[in-house]
């Protein structure tokens, strides 16, 4: 009888094992950018070493990047936002981490485009905020990528535009994100 | 029957351990990506160097230079004025009316990120001034620790009085020499967010038409140290003391200049004012030819304004 039981116990196990382990997609160098756009200039940035992860069982969703790693057109943009707005020094990292709802919907198996819905706390500025927006998981030969793009406001996350600047420098920052995962 | 009761007792408390060590291994799952999150973070992390930015706001830390470089094709367009003493007196507004006042126009521009040039034009005396600043090690923790930034920095500058001019009389058979240089090396390190550091060895080699300079003209040594402390985002407070090695002073009665200022950065444009016991523009002028002394008020008011221009962008 124990022989029998731990047979039956082990392959229950493995089971769930060979059902959630390869479950967990991930990147290191996903590709996060954001859009400021005034009337007298605008203003792109990009960072190409986003950190997220993708569990498909669960929906879990997180995202996590360096501020300093920001590349922009201009030099001196790129120092006033490390130092006067986005101090990096004090907030290194920007990170995000929630879950799409009705994962388990999705078909991973086969090639196709999904509309989703992310909700999570999204960290800028060292000031977390609750969120939910909309975007995309597209499979393409069972390679599994992701984008959205969605607005905040500064105000929200405590970063001030000084007023002899606010001409250059949009209070609705427009983020989009593409994510190609890989199996971990 | 009894057999049959025990079997479906035992599949129960299987299926009871089963749950539960699944259950278990859900819970664990959620950890798996956290814990993977704070792997990757701490791999980047230590896969990255960092560079310390922001050292000093900028180029220059009162007078003379800090580590800091232009980006590259960043151009520099920069102002610095120097009144007349305060202890001039309120009839003459404590300096500000006072003539001549020494101004500098100056571009200087990033060629690459380590390396930018500069020339200039200072009133006083007439000079022409260019150097060139060498980012040789830059400060950095993560992949590659480096406790400094170093830079050196040569600058050559040119007298162009005309002879009748001349502040000092050479003695008759003396050939003029208008040229000077001056070598730098900047070391530096930020130690916070908002205190830094720089130590600067000097050596000039001076004209012998700026200054009276029969004592010595082979060359003065100076070691001079700099200080930045943010007070806001935006400003901060900058120090800066030459001292000269007293042996190889051009004369004894040259002093030693001390500057105290603030720095305003208004994103594009920074204002830098300050008091300071000497009205030279270029290093080897406020270095090693200054009179001022601060104990009899001979400081000036002055401030340098600059304006940066991106020449071409980084990426498109």
């Known amino acids: ?184 | 029957m009894k057999s049959n009761n025990y079997f479906i007792m035992q599949l129960t408390k299987l299926l009871t351990v089963s749950f539960l060590l699944f259950g278990l291994y859900g819970r664990s799952l959620a950890q798996d990506t956290t814990n993977l999150m704070g792997q990757l973070e701490k791999e980047a992390q230590e896969n990255k160097t960092v560079f310390a930015t922001s050292t000093f706001k900028y180029t220059r830390i009162v007078d003379g230079h800090s580590v800091e470089n232009l980006p590259a094709h960043v151009l520099d367009v920069r102002i610095s004025h120097r009144f007349g003493p305060l202890n001039s007196g309120a009839y003459n507004f404590f300096g500000l009316d006072i003539h001549p006042v020494n101004v500098r126009i100056g571009f200087d521009y990033g060629i690459s990120n380590n390396l930018m040039v500069g020339v200039g034009h200072s009133g006083a005396q007439k000079t022409y001034d260019v150097f060139s600043k060498i980012k040789i090690l830059s400060q950095s923790s993560g992949a590659v620790n480096m406790p400094f930034t170093v830079s050196f920095v040569p600058t050559l500058a040119i007298n162009t009085l005309r002879p009748q001019d001349f502040i000092v009389k050479l003695d008759s058979g003396v050939k003029v020499n208008r040229i000077s240089y001056v070598f730098q090396l900047l070391i530096a390190r930020k130690f916070s967010e908002g205190f830094s550091l720089q130590i600067m060895p000097t050596f000039i080699h001076p004209d012998n038409i700026s200054f009276d300079n029969k004592i010595n003209d082979r060359g003065v040594f100076a070691v001079g140290i700099g200080a930045r402390q943010k007070i806001s985002k935006r400003m901060s407070v900058n120090v800066e003391y030459y001292y000269q090695l007293p042996g190889t002073k051009e004369t004894p009665n040259a002093r030693n200049v001390l500057s105290v200022g603030i720095d305003i950065g208004t994103g594009g444009h920074v204002f830098q004012l300050h008091f300071t016991n000497s009205n030279g523009l270029t290093e080897k002028s406020f270095i090693a030819e200054n009179t001022g002394q601060w104990k009899k008020g001979d400081e000036v008011f002055g401030f340098n304004i600059s304006r940066v221009f991106q020449l071409k962008k980084k990426h498109s």
């Open chain 1, 1 to 184: 009888m124990p022989i029998r039981k731990i047979i039956l116990f082990l392959v229950i196990l493995m089971a769930a094992n060979s059902q959630t382990k390869g479950q967990i997609y991930f990147t290191k160098n996903g590709s996060i950018s954001f859009f400021s756009k005034t009337i007298l200039q605008n203003i792109q940035a990009d960072n190409n070493e986003v950190i997220s992860i993708l569990n498909l069982q669960t929906g879990s969703l997180q995202f996590s990047l360096l501020n300093a790693a920001f590349h922009f057109p201009k030099a001196k943009m790129e120092e006033d936002f490390n130092e006067d707005y986005i101090e990096s020094n004090k907030y290194p990292r920007s990170t995000f981490k929630g879950s799409i709802a009705n994962i388990n919907k999705i078909d991973f198996s086969k090639d196709g485009t999904w509309q989703v819905n992310a909700t999570g706390d999204l960290m800028i500025h060292g000031v977390t905020k609750n969120i939910t927006t909309s975007g995309k998981i597209i499979i393409n030969n069972g390679k599994i990528s992701a984008t959205s793009s969605f607005k905040i406001l500064l105000e929200d996350y405590h970063i001030k535009i000084p007023s002899i600047v606010s001409n250059k420098i949009s209070e609705n920052i427009e983020i989009t994100i593409n994510c190609n995962y890989e199996k971990k």
